[in-house]
């Protein structure tokens, strides 16, 4: 039934919780809307991390076709990448 | 009026790197050879960065003396620094030992103008002849290219005969200029324009990796090169689209200094200090390949035929490795003709299949260079390493899994594209 109200969404909560630990940002800092290469605040290694976790975590495989800058834009932008990995 | 000059087994045109070994290699089995120059030595060129391999086929030549006498600093890797400075790898240059594990296998940075003047003096030394004077035509017998026009220094006209004639001279494109090849066509990488330079004072790594090559890119199609000549001197060149430099309005000279300083941070930071000590050398629309470039009594190797984006160096290489397929060519064919349309079919296709994986792999960094990344960096580090350090010519190239992931990765993300574009 749709509620209306967003369902906890465990992948995305991963991503941000993941991206706090590594860079010791606040949640202030980090929002799913947070555009992450405008500010830098992971290099691209660090990217490369975030996806072998995510592929560990959720037991998926990310295309490489999909590592583009726009899929990496957001947390919710990866988010919405893993999903549709799993899906 | 042409006159008749001489008869030679083969007649080469260029003396760079490819005309120069090929030349050492056919004197070398007692043939008659000639290298047409029509520039003096020594005289500038760019491509001052050599792959693994061949630093490798200049050890096999016998010259590793020669260049560590030379001074040319020691290459042991590249170091690439991605739009985040913090983002670098690393890809040592390495071989494979008879065990199948990997050694470090350490090239060359050159001074173009003394390498090639090494390369055409083991050329003469063993027998090649220097005619110094300007290719002008060739001379058909049928469709067989028998023999080529020269034009010397006092304006004269003479002919050379020949059994076979192979074209190395690089962007002059020679064989195609004449019409004895088709038109040069741009391929993917022809919008881009480069600047150069020779700097003093650049900061480098201490140590071993003192000489090795840095990388810089920062949006796609604008990076930068570094490339240490000398202890003191270093290669900086600058690469950016066409557009880019039109719409600064500046210099050649303004624009160069100019993305010293912004193109990328660590390139500013390295070069805070650095003095420029030639003019800047600039080179645009230089991406293009030629067709059928190779047939009755005729081949081009190296950039004669074709060049690409320069950002792994691998032209020089392609350009040693293809006077050595040639080589091999001219020694089997020249008394036994019947062979020849075999065998050029086979050099044309082991060339075309290097050349693939080599747009293969430019495609990938640039297009989807995360991916790239992920490849070079994390899972496939090895076989990336290889394939930059030159192994692109065996057959077996096509079976390595890094070359493969790339291919589909291209394929799918180019069919994606085409999704985007038809929703």
Redesign the interface.
Known sequence: MDTGFDQPDRVLHGILGWIMDKTGSSPEDIQPDTALLDIQLLDSLQLMDLVFFLEKTHGTSIPLEWLTPENFATPRAIGDMIKKACA | MTADFDAFDVVVVGAGPAGSTLAWRLANRGLRVAVVEREHFPRHRVGESLTGTAGQLLRDMGLEDEMTAHGFPVKRGVRVY???P??T?DVPIIDIAEDGSHIPNPTWQVRRPEFDAILLKAATDAGAVHICADARSVIMDDARVTGLVIRTADGEDRSLRCRFLADASGFGTFLSKVGVLGVRNKCGFDKQIAFYAHVDGVRRDEGPTSGNTLLYYTKQYHWSWHIPVSDMRTSIGIVVPQDTYRASGLSPEAFYDHQLATLHPELADRSARATRVTEVWTRANYSYEIADFAGPGYAAIGDSHRFLDPIFSFGVWLGLKEAELVDALIAQTLDDLATEGAAIEAFVTTSNRAQAVVTTILDTFWT????F???A??THKREVAELLAGRIFDPSVDDVEALR??R???Q??RA?DKNHVAA
């Open positions: 991605g739009p985040n913090r983002a790898f989807v260079p995360l991916a990344l992920k490849l960096h994390f992931l790339m589909q990765t291209l799918n993300s994606e």
